[in-house]
């Protein structure tokens, strides 16, 4: 038992999102927020034709190498490199291991379930936005316009559309 990695995965509880900053939103939620919001929405809303333990496990480590990287936004001078940064801070957490080839299916979109996963997290995105459009009075269009081009599975663009007629 490696009690170092044990402890480091909790770190992500402290990393904060940092693409709601720009609107000087206070009290942004943490990567790891993010995370049990993505992982519910996996258990709930995955289609009976994915594997849903699979899904839910992508869930929970879909943005673990934040851990090493921060929340890289694509308004960030990093963003060009995410991807290259994201899976060096896999392998040194993670190398040769389960957990580091889940991730990297989900990085590189190779299943259904990593399709899947990414048009949840914009979902989770979008109810955010909602939250804090009501709670800090901002115009957050971008994140509900980011989600709706990237959401194409009926029952999740059927969502989005409930979500978004509550603003």
């Given at each position: 038992?490696?009690?170092e990695k044990i402890i480091r995965v909790t770190d992500l509880k402290d990393v904060e999102r940092r693409g709601w900053k720009r609107f000087d939103i206070k009290h942004v939620e943490s990567v790891a927020d993010h995370t049990f919001g993505v992982a519910m929405l996996a258990l709930?809303?995955?289609p009976d034709n994915l594997n849903r333990d699979k899904l839910v496990r992508m869930a929970l480590i879909h943005d673990l190498a934040e851990i090493e990287t921060d929340d890289i936004t694509p308004f960030d001078k990093e963003s060009e490199h995410k991807h290259v940064l994201e899976q060096a801070a896999m392998k040194k957490l993670f190398e040769n291991d389960i957990i580091f080839d889940l991730w990297e299916e989900y990085s590189q979109g190779t299943s259904e379930e990593a399709m899947f996963l990414k048009e949840l997290d914009k979902l989770d995105m979008?109810?955010?936005a909602l939250k804090y459009e009501k709670r800090y009075n901002v115009d957050l269009t971008e994140f509900f316009e980011d989600a709706k081009q990237n959401i194409k599975t009926p029952h999740l663009?059927?969502?989005?559309?409930?979500i978004t007629k509550r603003r």
């Open positions: 038992m490696d009690i709930i809303l995955c979008a109810i955010q663009v059927e969502a989005l559309d409930l």
